[in-house]
């Protein structure tokens, strides 16, 4: 009897155990975050390649060190260059593409 019930205890923490394992899941970015990330690595990206005019970005609070440092002044400038072309294409234009493919995306500008 002691052994049935040692038996049964062990499949239902088996069971127990296997049923709350949960599939590992990467975490899933919200739209704004991916849109946030796809903008910024676009602007370093023009930027750093010189293909935003130098005094556009001279001096900007948001951009130090060839990198992008989010703040209002950044949302402003990002809003209000939206449909400024660089490099052939609006800035609403390579974020998409940025966006789109997410973190597979890599600057055309960049040597290998």
Not at 48 to 70: L, N, Q, Y
């Amino acid at each position: 009897m002691k052994a049935t019930v040692r038996l049964v205890t062990l499949i239902i923490i088996f069971a127990a155990t296997a049923c709350s394992d949960k599939p590992s899941t990467p975490p899933q970015s919200e739209p704004w975050e991916i849109r946030t990330r796809a903008i910024h690595s676009v602007v370093e990206c023009l930027a750093g390649h010189e293909k935003i005019p130098e005094k556009e970005i001279e001096g900007a609070s948001w951009f130090v060190d060839g990198r992008i440092r989010p703040n209002g002044e950044f949302a402003d400038w990002s809003s209000l260059h939206a449909q400024t072309e660089y490099a052939g294409k609006e800035l609403e234009e390579w974020t998409a593409e940025a966006e789109k493919a997410g973190g597979s995306w890599k600057c055309p500008f960049a040597t290998p």
